[in-house]
């Protein structure tokens, strides 16, 4: 039997403002005869495009995303976060269909489908009237962005370039097919002039040039990635023929004069950060009140996981006493923790490991007093030790105190106090920093040096605003592939790099001695399509292995 893709998975949350899951039973075609000519309305409608995936980077994606990859390893405590398994098999490249990991991909499809509805209203149907064109530049970018991520994360992709029909089936199309309709929607949106070059307070969050532009080049760097339509067959041997057109849209980013290092590290992932962040070139905003429909859970799982109190003077991690702990069961991996070794280096203050002192949450800084938990004090462990095959290290203070933890996404005391563990830190999805390591990473690759830059400058401005000693030579793959490994850490990316680097099937954490087959099972570089979306959608196959 051949099913629809239904409105119940692809507009929960498009059209209506419903939370429950419903046959709808709507025309979706709008009553406009004319396209709104203000920039209000123009704004209007296209309010509701911009944070289609902010759902999923607040909590799921971000755990398939950096739990199989070599920076995080989940484990169980007595048993409890095993969830079903959702976070080892995440870890072991052991992902089912039914793993909550992979149960947000039907929001990519309605956030499309928000995207052609205001295409459509717009009067964006003839690519031929500049007038329309400038106008739904934003749909277009962000319909680029929703299939960058479903086709990064799950291969094949539907490619959604209309509204869809009550009638009309949609299978999944080649990956390689979407790689090319990404491109030419982006290059669509930057030829019309539709996008915004301002980077302020009102353009914070939502897509312009440079996202474009950035999305681009993100594009182009794994281009003989995503144009390998057997995910298993690729290697990083094979020829990029967009390497210069990563070299041109960098230079675009970086000429524009909108973009620098000039904010400390740790600062860029406060709490309080935002627009005025001057790496951030594109960033989900968050925010932890009562109101808000968008906040991540980054500390909660990736913070020693009693740090709330003692259990006897209530003096937890802060000083203070929190209403509620974490989960606790993202370790940083021995790998990972190595990486953070340079001397002066500013990013070695994200990993919280040895004997632990009180944190200040005010200025987020290490004290100089010993943090004590029931009389004892914390002492992490970079090793673990795994008692069954639930990555289960035992529910005791030995336990809780085996692996480094990540404390890049610091809190609030109102996110555990008030708002149940959701975090306002926004998150960046394309930095300057990413522009400055994708050049020069294109340059090692064989693109042209453009501006006088080679790719020990570029990577030597990473190194010089984290106060990290200066490469002396001329990056290695091998080498850059570790400083993106520190400079975008706990920032969703590194599966992506590994991936492109011929790494993902290397042996970290205890992946290979729980998963043996994860070294040669290479098609688990893309995850499984989840439950929901193929019971909803029965012509699909779901990918190879799962």
């Known amino acids: 039997m051949k099913n629809n893709i239904k409105l119940t998975t692809w507009l929960v949350g498009s059209l209506l403002t419903f939370s429950s899951c419903t046959d709808l039973d709507v025309d979706l075609k709008s009553t406009y005869t004319e396209y709104p000519d203000s920039e209000i309305a123009k704004e209007a409608k296209m309010a509701g495009l911009y944070y289609g995936f902010g759902g999923a980077l607040g909590r799921r994606y971000m755990e398939a995303a950096l739990l199989s990859s070599d920076e995080f390893m989940a484990v169980t405590f007595g048993g409890n976060w095993y969830d079903g398994g959702n976070y080892i098999h995440s870890s072991l490249h052991a992902s089912l269909p039914g793993d909550a990991h992979v149960d947000w991909a039907g929001d990519i499809p309605a956030a499309i489908t928000k995207c052609n509805q205001a295409i459509f209203d717009l009067g964006g149907e003839d690519e031929n009237n500049a007038e329309q064109e400038a106008l739904i530049a934003p749909a277009l970018a962000m319909r680029a962005f929703y299939h960058f991520i479903f086709m990064d994360t799950f291969g094949a992709t539907p490619k959604l370039d209309h509204l869809i029909g009550d009638s009309e089936a949609i299978d999944r199309s080649p990956r390689s097919e979407i790689t090319k309709f990404i491109e030419s929607d982006l290059l669509r949106a930057l030829a019309s002039g539709g996008l915004k070059e301002d980077v302020d307070a009102s353009t914070y969050g939502k897509p312009t040039k440079w996202m474009a532009e950035a999305l681009l080049a993100k594009l182009y760097i794994n281009w003989a990635v995503y144009t390998c339509d057997d995910v298993a067959t690729y290697d990083p041997s094979m020829t990029n023929s967009k390497l210069n057109d990563v070299i041109k849209y960098c230079d675009d980013i970086i000429a524009s004069g909108h973009f620098n290092l000039s904010d400390g590290y740790r600062k860029k992932f406060m709490p309080d950060n935002g627009y005025q962040i001057k790496d951030f070139i594109y960033a989900m905003p968050y925010q932890n009140n009562e109101t808000s429909t968008r906040a991540n859970t980054y500390a909660r799982f990736q913070f020693w996981p009693k740090f709330n109190n003692d259990g006897a003077d209530g003096k937890g991690l802060f000083g203070i ?137 570029l990577f030597n401005q990473i190194r010089s605003y984290c106060n990290a000693p200066l490469l002396e030579h001329t990056p290695s793959l091998n080498e850059l592939l570790e400083e993106r490994g520190r400079e ?18 290397d042996d970290w954490g205890y992946k290979n001695q729980y998963h043996p087959e994860a070294q040669t099972e290479k098609w688990r570089r893309i995850f499984p399509v989840s439950v929901g979306l193929m019971n909803s959608n029965t012509n699909w196959k779901q990918n190879y292995g799962y």
């Open 321 to 457: 006493t929190l209403s509620q702990n974490a989960g606790g069961i993202f370790i940083v991996t021995p790998e990972a923790a190595d990486r953070f070794c340079l001397e002066g280096d500013e990013r070695n203050e994200i990993i919280m490991k040895g004997a632990i002192n009180y944190y200040d949450i005010s200025t987020h800084t290490m004290g100089t007093e010993p943090y004590i938990y029931n009389g004892q004090q914390v002492v992490l462990t970079k090793n673990i030790t795994i008692l069954n095959d639930q990555m289960d290290l035992g529910n005791d203070l030995n336990a809780w105190c085996q692996g480094y933890r990540c404390i890049k996404w610091a809190i609030q005391a109102d996110d555990y106090n008030l708002y149940n563990r959701n975090q306002s830190n926004d998150v960046p999805i394309f930095r300057y920093a990413d522009i400055l390591l994708m050049k020069a990473e294109a340059i090692l690759r064989g693109a042209t040096a453009t501006n006088g830059d080679t790719p020990q400058s």
């Open 488 to 505: 975008f850490y706990a920032e969703t990316w590194r599966r992506n790099d590994l991936i492109r680097f011929g790494k993902f099937e």
